[in-house]
């Protein structure tokens, strides 16, 4: 076995809800001879859906990662493949599944296409530049339409899609490929699940078609390489097939195409050709380069090659609790070699943290391994501080990698242990899903003393509070859901706090001029300006009032909602030679914030979803009546055959119970996607119902 970093590729397989991400990894692990059974999600024997909530519910709640080998050309090829979730409610998984890999394979429905959750997936993809290939699943299905998938991949993904694969029939009828490149057909044999196949002539009738799309593969590829350019117009015939892959390669690597491939993975047909796809399209960490980090003492960019002779650089990408061995540590390794026993050096904490043991995952089942190198994918046990995004080196060699960036809750639950004996179990419980999943968020209201769980959405909540019930045995009650309100200031204001207080010793003294309004478009948080000259307030202060107004956040000046983005400038101010402490400063700021904010024209915020149901024709009508009535905005309309697509904005706290009314009013025969667009202003009249409520909470 070649262990270059050549032969190594980390992938992820992505898309939208029931594209058949899983299904396809299912195949891939029988066909490289990982498994020797075909998993099935509709039966719950799924390999990477261990969790009984996945085996349940027939969907993927949680990544998870394994590894196999793929020979092609001779060579063999390690495959490191991470199966992420395609329901809004866990885009989690995926956000921190992309930024550790080095390419993805973007799964379509060929009767679908392009759905909601595609196109998030995608920008994911596009915000961390990850390399992909699209397939296009589920051609034997009816209504199955390749070109339209290319077509709609062009259009509402602004991607460059180009075929190298064609089918050879469809719906009913599918029963192969034709590879545009070398002009074979593929027919797979029903007989043996796939596992062997033919190679054909091309049907009479795709022959003009074949040609048609290879000649426009050839033109994508060729624009990309000036050089491949020129001899193709001297004499095509001289580029050698390898040549061509190389550049179709490097043109993938770039994210100039997006090769698109197709099949049927549940009908066993098409992985195969998936695999070499993988392998020669793809790029290895070799190909990726060095990784960019901020060396934490000079603040300086350095750079580490994926190669086992540089220092140690990892990342924390996951964390998991497992009932046998403990928390597990999921790490990229990016340059270096981890072994077992051994020291590292976490850069967020500054301590020193012991590696126990060591594995490679497959699926939820852990293989021991003495060390890992650079490129790889492992998982750890034994830290004691850890959570998601923290970068880990050696001591000597310190390095800061970028962080991860997760979404902020939308919708929180008050929850409560049924017996009293319950609540520390509840608290290690919480405590434990936490650390595992950074769009979770627990907290203790101060009014009421309740404790609130916030998450992405229904389901994510109702798999978590099922998780304490059958991984931590707590059984909970819980209160009706809550919407996840923000708030906002209009307008910008100057306000002086001056913070004096004198208790017989040593007093109190802090005097700010603060300029505060809303941060600029797209910021969130605090965006803190210090516009101090000649030292009035000495830096430590200023840091001091920066904490201040960062901790005052989380409590708006109208229902006590968090304020999504706040613009603080630091004017002027003055000290007291004895009485000033950096506690004085901290504290005048979360006052200043307090009443500055009051006069600055807050509103409330609350979160809006966009919405995507598919419905037979004559339920149209119906489903856009009942988006009227939630105070939904209906961003358009289109027709697919005898079923219709309706898009809409639609407040989260007007969609409790949707999928039940949705039901009910296409009898059964829609079906419906939605996900947090963006954040608008509450109309007043509704406002003033929240805050009825929200008075009345205490």
Known sequence: MNSCLTYTRNIGIMAHIDAGKTTTTERILYYTGINHRIGEVDEGTATM?????????????TSAATTTFWNWNGNQYKINIIDTPGH????????????????????????????????????????????????????????????????????????????????????????????????????????????TFTVVEIPEELKETVEEYREKLVEAIIETDDQLMERFFEDR?????????????????????????????????????????????????VDIGAVKGIDPISEKDIFRQPDSNEPFTGLVFKIATDPFVGRLSFIRVYSGVITEGSYIYNVRTGKKERVSRLFQMHANKQ???????????????????????????????????????????????????????????????????????????????ENTGQTLMSGMGELHLEILCDRLKREFNVECNRGT????????????????????????????????LVRIGSAEKGFIGLQFINEIKAGVIPKEYIHAVEKGFREGLSNGPLG?????????????????????????????????????????NPVLLEPLMRAEVITPEEYMGDVIADFNRRRGQILGTESKGVTGVVKALVP???????????????????????????????????????????????
Not at 568 to 577: K, M, N, R
Not at 685 to 690: D, F, Q, S
């Open 560 to 600: 006590g909602y968090p304020i999504e983005s706040l613009k603080v400038t630091l004017l002027d101010g003055s000290t007291h030679p004895v009485d000033s402490d950096a506690l004085s400063f901290e504290i005048a700021a979360k006052i200043a914030l307090k009443e500055a904010s009051r006069k600055a």
């Open 88 to 195: 809004v409610d866990f885009t989690v998984e995926v956000e921190r599944s992309l930024r550790v890999l080095d390419g993805a394979i973007a799964v379509f429905c060929a009767v679908g296409g392009v759905q909601p959750q595609s196109e998030t997936v995608w920008r994911q993809a596009d915000k961390y530049n990850v390399p992909r290939i699209a397939f296009v699943n589920k051609m034997d299905r009816s209504g199955a339409d390749f070109y339209g998938v290319l077509h709609q991949i062009e259009k509402k993904l602004g991607a460059n899609p180009v075929a190298f694969q064609i089918p050879i029939g469809v719906e009913d009828t599918f029963t192969g490929v034709v590879d545009l490149i070398t002009r074979q057909a593929t027919i797979w044999t029903e007989e043996d699940l796939g596992a």
């Open 367 to 445: 293989n021991p391994k003495d060390k890992i190198e650079a490129g790889d994918i492992c998982a750890v046990v034994g830290f004691k501080e850890i959570r998601t995004g923290d970068t880990l080196t050696e001591e000597k060699h310190p390095m800061l990698l970028e962080e991860i960036k997760f979404p902020q809750p939308v919708l929180g639950i008050a929850i409560e242990p049924i017996t009293q004996a319950d609540f520390d179990k509840l608290n290690n419980a919480l405590n434990k899903l936490t650390e595992e999943d950074p769009t979770f968020t627990v907290h203790v209201d």
């Open 237 to 285: 015939s001289k580029i050698t097939v390898e040549e061509f892959l190389e550049v179709a390669r490097k043109a993938t690597i770039n994210r100039k195409v997006v090769p698109v491939f197709c099949g049927a993975s549940v009908k066993n047909k098409g992985i195969q050709k998936l695999l070499d796809a993988i392998v020669y399209l793809l790029p290895s960490p």
């Open 481 to 512: 859901p809550q919407v996840a309100y923000r708030e906002a200031l209009t307008k910008e204001v100057e306000h002086r706090e001056l913070f004096k207080k004198q208790t017989g010793g040593k007093g109190k003294y802090a005097d700010i």
């Open 49 to 61: 859906d261990w969790m009984v909530q996945e085996q349940e519910r027939g969907i993927t709640i």
């Open 652 to 698: 989260l706290a007007e969609t409790f119970g949707y999928v039940t009314v949705l039901r009910t009013i296409t009898s059964g025969r829609a079906i419906s996607n939605m996900e947090v667009a963006q954040y608008e202003k509450v109309p007043e009249e509704v406002a003033e119902k929240i805050f009825h409520s929200f008075l009345f909470r205490f």
